[in-house]
């Protein structure tokens, strides 16, 4: 079946460490996203990414980084500089070109302890 | 500059009774608008889109909604609401293709969603 992993569902960091949560995909798609959720504030874009080995900052990209080293990999990095990382993370892909929907992962919810 | 405004952040409606979930949009290019359901610990999952054409847009699980261009509204509409739709759901609409490369793909911007709960 094709779709989209998160890895791993749950994450607790304490302050100061850095954390990579994992997102792949198997949809062939060319673009992937990383969106924020927290409580009433829908979802916001951190990072996105057209192609391999580009990518673009998003609304809120502070305190982020990624990288898109494959197509079917598009991992994120919550550093100590982002001040409060405790929120559930989705990752989406959308085929390229023409507007398409985006198809979202299961999330990661990371806790800073 | 898009936005998506979600008037009601809860709605309560007792099962077999109709529901509207309210979604208006503002956009200065060409207009691309979901709807999408969350459910508890849960992605986000596509009900319906409207890309272009016929103004009323069918989902899955028997929701529907019209895009109104006059009054940029896309609200979400089911005439008989069932327990298992108690979820949080969620307008978002497109700037339209990214152009700049290759691969392409779409921002899209949220609503803050709404919650809707199903009552026996």
């Known amino acids: 079946d094709g779709g989209i992993t998160q890895s791993p569902k749950y994450l607790f960091r304490k302050e100061g460490q850095n954390v990579t949560l994992s997102c792949e995909q198997n949809l062939n798609h060319d673009a992937m996203y990383w969106y924020r959720q927290d409580p009433g504030q829908g979802l916001r874009l951190i990072y996105y990414?057209?192609?391999?080995?580009?990518?673009q900052k998003g609304d809120i990209a502070e305190g982020y980084s990624v990288s898109r080293e494959k197509k079917e990999s598009f991992p994120l990095t919550v550093t100590s500089a982002q001040k409060n990382p405790t929120a559930f993370y989705l990752c989406a892909s959308s085929r390229g070109l023409a507007v398409n929907e985006q198809f979202f992962g299961p999330g990661t919810r990371l806790t800073v302890l | 500059a898009q936005s998506v405004t979600q008037l009601d952040s809860q709605v309560p409606v007792f099962e077999e009774a109709p529901v509207e979930l309210r979604c208006n949009y503002s956009s200065s290019v060409s207009v691309y608008l979901f709807w999408y359901v969350q459910y508890p610990n849960q992605g986000l999952q596509l009900l319906l889109k409207?890309?272009?054409?016929?103004?009323l847009v069918k989902g899955i699980n028997g929701f529907e909604a019209e895009f109104n261009k006059s009054q940029t509204s896309f609200h979400l509409r089911k005439p008989s609401v069932h327990i298992s739709d108690t979820a949080e759901y969620f307008c978002?609409?497109?700037?339209?293709?990214?152009?700049?490369?290759?691969?392409?793909?779409?921002?899209?911007?949220f609503g803050t969603g709404t919650q809707l709960k199903v009552e026996l």
């Open positions: 409207y890309l272009s054409g016929s103004t």
């Open positions: 990414s057209q192609i391999v080995n580009d990518f």
């Open positions: 978002a609409v497109s700037d339209g293709g990214l152009y700049g490369l290759t691969g392409g793909g779409n921002k899209l911007t």
